[in-house]
């Protein structure tokens, strides 16, 4: 069983930062492609960011500009930095992990809450 501890969440005005962390339990970090999601109240689960093995990223376009993810494959750790920060990412943000290999597993986090006040 993968497990992954999202961090990081809270609450911050409008324009702040955060910086969220995922750890992932075992050491098959460097063959995953991580993201990140969020889910807001009444809205379905987006995609936000998302990183390969290789490096390679995309963004939700909402983000584009403001939220950078990153991994740090020796500490078996993503991050979401997010920056210019708007009410309407509130929401609780969910990390995923998903194998580059058959089958393909996929595992999610608990979520973190986060909530930017106007």
């Known amino acids: 069983q993968v497990q992954l501890v999202e961090s990081g969440g809270g609450l911050v005005q409008a324009g702040g930062s955060l910086r969220l962390s995922c750890v992932v339990s075992?050491?098959?970090?460097?063959?995953?492609?991580m993201g990140w999601y969020r889910q807001a109240p009444g809205k379905e689960r987006e995609l936000v960011a998302a990183?390969?093995?290789?490096?390679?990223?995309n963004y939700a376009d909402s983000v584009k500009g403001r939220f950078t993810i990153s991994r740090d494959n020796a500490k078996n750790t993503v991050y979401l930095q997010m920056n210019s920060l708007k009410p309407e990412d509130t929401a609780v943000y969910y990390c995923?992990?998903?194998?580059?290999?058959?089958?393909?597993?996929?595992?999610w986090g608990q979520g973190t809450q986060v909530t930017v006040s106007s």
């Open positions: 995923r992990r998903r194998g580059d290999f058959y089958p393909f597993n996929t595992d």
């Open positions: 075992r050491s098959i970090f460097s063959s995953n492609t």
């Open positions: 990183i390969t093995s290789g490096g390679s990223t």
